[in-house]
């Protein structure tokens, strides 16, 4: 079974129980993963929770419910070392003009021979376009 990475957003719903029927479907099939920045990105949205639309509207006990979540992510949920995506990361960035976040995504996606998933609401031209380049699976998924 290959390996699905997921957005912040999305990964922020499959920890919460809140994932979609979309979400649910592609996880039939594939396994759930990540990268270091949308695990950052997460992290301190539920740290801060600024107003944004990843945990802002979110009560403090549902963020603190979310932060022990992603204290103890699950091990089934892969995160690619950063030390093994650096160099095509920047390739990447290169060729495509990406930011760090989405050359990493790029990468991961490529790493596990799997889709790229983002909430509908991220779905960026940049990362798309890149995906498309290298013949990547790229999907939106809405909530």
């Given at each position: 079974?290959t390996?699905?990475?997921?957005?912040?957003?999305?990964?922020?719903?499959?920890?919460?129980?809140?994932?979609?029927?979309?979400l649910?479907?592609m996880?039939?099939?594939?396994?759930?993963?990540?990268t270091?920045?949308?695990?950052?990105r997460l992290?301190?949205?539920?740290?801060?929770?600024?107003?944004?639309?990843?945990?802002?509207?979110?009560?403090?006990?549902?963020?603190?419910?979310?932060?022990?979540?992603?204290?103890?992510?699950p091990?089934?949920?892969?995160?690619?070392?950063?030390?093994?995506?650096?160099?095509?990361?920047?390739?990447?960035?290169?060729?495509h003009?990406?930011?760090?976040?989405?050359?990493?995504?790029?990468a991961?996606?490529?790493?596990?021979?799997?889709?790229?998933?983002?909430?509908?609401g991220?779905?960026?031209?940049?990362?798309?376009?890149?995906?498309?380049d290298?013949?990547?699976?790229?999907?939106?998924?809405?909530?």
């Amino acid at each position: 079974m290959t390996n699905t990475v997921l957005d912040d957003h999305l990964l922020r719903d499959l920890l919460a129980g809140e994932a979609s029927g979309e979400l649910h479907q592609m996880l039939a099939d594939h396994q759930p993963a990540t990268t270091n920045m949308y695990l950052l990105r997460l992290c301190r949205s539920v740290v801060s929770a600024a107003g944004g639309t990843l945990t802002g509207s979110w009560s403090a006990s549902a963020r603190r419910a979310l932060g022990q979540q992603l204290l103890a992510l699950p091990e089934d949920i892969e995160v690619v070392p950063m030390r093994s995506l650096a160099f095509r990361m920047a390739e990447l960035a290169d060729a495509h003009r990406l930011s760090s976040l989405g050359a990493e995504a790029v990468a991961a996606a490529e790493h596990f021979g799997g889709p790229l998933c983002v909430w509908v609401g991220d779905d960026g031209p940049g990362i798309r376009a890149a995906m498309a380049d290298l013949a990547g699976d790229y999907r939106t998924i809405a909530r």
